[in-house]
């Protein structure tokens, strides 16, 4: 049985640092024994787009920088493992790293699954979604 695709998505402060979103990466790959090639997509919210921090780690992956309108968000609160005013206020969707990996994970399967909820490093967050 091969492996599903594992999807990643960010929020971030502004002016977060590469190297913040890559070690955030890589200790919550290796705290849930998941590997780096399982990786398929790095995600975020459509005002990060030009964030200069997260394009810097899709291109050391490999991978590009999917990002989402709120709006779209919106449809996987269900699936969240918590909602934040906060997030909300700031940019209109609920939790933007859970979303947004939802969301990548969804559009590779009708059922995307969260599989590590939001973990925090400095001005950063990630969650991991599976989908396919």
Not at 9 to 34: K, W, Y
Not at 43 to 59: D, Q
Not at 74 to 93: H, I, M, N, V
Request: glycine fraction near 12%; hydrophobic fraction near 50%; aromatic fraction near 6%.
């Amino acid at each position: 049985m091969s492996t599903p695709a594992l999807f990643a998505g960010f929020g971030c402060r502004r002016g977060c640092p590469v190297e913040t979103l890559a070690v955030l990466l890589r200790q919550t790959l290796a705290e849930h024994g998941l590997a780096l090639n399982a990786l398929h997509g790095v995600a975020s919210i459509r005002h990060k787009a030009r964030e200069p921090g997260l394009l810097a780690l899709a291109e050391r992956l490999g991978l590009p920088l999917i990002c989402f309108d709120a709006e779209h968000l919106l449809g996987f609160e269900p699936l969240l493992s918590q909602r934040s005013a906060a997030a909300f206020a700031q940019t209109g969707c609920w939790g933007v790293a859970e979303s947004t990996a939802l969301a990548l994970a969804g559009t590779r399967c009708a059922a995307p699954r969260l599989h590590v909820p939001r973990q925090v490093l400095g001005g950063a967050t990630l969650a991991l979604a599976y989908g396919g």
